[in-house]
């Protein structure tokens, strides 16, 4: 029972490049979310989707594109990276109303 | 220095007693509350829910009280033992608001001492 697979666990980048996250489930949840987790501020959501080809900004979207072609697939990208987007990326799908999250995955931009 | 709310909460108890962790949340409009507990190095994990027309649901060790009047929810973890060391924080919603909705607390740092 894999859930959800995030990949990289870990991704040191510099300034200016483009990043992209992976998550990956296998449950077929219709709903998953990218959130991000900074010291002081908790979760937040960046973008969600209802299901594939659907997908909606969250609390902090700037800087972030998501793209949902297949139901278990869910990419973050970062066009251009910025030191502010150091941070951890969670990825997350829904059942039930409990979200379930994966590992993470640890970003710094240098 | 230090900066004001960079840093998180702290509960410090000795294995076996029981743990109370806090958290007021903002929205009265608000009738569905979750716990999650998040462990170092991990994605957080849920632990329990309740919702508005509750005021407590109690599950393995783990006990939420919800206080509507003053905003407050609290969980209580029974026997606390050392694999229960983790970061605690609740989140809050609307039912009828959808997932995205979903509203997190800054969490807790729960610490047993052996």
């Known amino acids: 029972d894999a859930g959800i697979t995030q990949s990289p666990r870990y991704k040191i980048t510099e300034t200016g490049r483009q990043v992209t996250l992976m998550c990956h489930q296998t449950?077929?949840?219709?709903?998953m979310f990218w959130y991000r987790q900074d010291l002081g501020h908790g979760l937040r959501l960046i973008y969600y989707s209802a299901a594939a080809d659907i997908t909606d900004k969250g609390e902090v979207p700037d800087g972030y594109v998501v793209s949902r072609s297949k139901t278990e697939n869910f990419p973050l990208t970062l066009e251009s990276a910025t030191r502010s987007q150091t941070s951890v990326y969670f990825c997350?799908?829904?059942?039930?109303?409990?979200?379930?999250f994966g590992s993470g995955t640890q970003l710094s931009v240098l | 220095g230090e900066s004001v709310g960079l840093h998180l909460p702290t509960l410090s108890v000795q294995e076996g007693d029981n743990s109370i962790i806090n958290c007021a949340y903002s929205?009265?409009?608000?009738?569905?509350f979750i716990w999650y507990k998040q462990e170092s190095g991990k994605g957080p994990q849920f632990i329990i829910d309740i919702r508005s027309n509750m005021d407590k649901r109690q599950g393995q060790r783990v006990t939420v009280l919800l206080n509507k009047t003053v905003k407050h929810l609290s969980l209580q973890i029974a026997a606390t033992q050392p694999g229960d060391s983790a970061v605690y924080f609740c989140a809050e919603t609307s039912l009828a608001g959808g997932s995205e909705k979903l509203v997190f607390g800054k969490g807790t740092k729960l610490t047993v001492n052996p």
């Open positions: 449950w077929s949840h219709s709903y």
């Open positions: 997350a799908s829904i059942s039930n109303e409990k979200l379930f």
């Open positions: 929205n009265s409009a608000s009738d569905y």
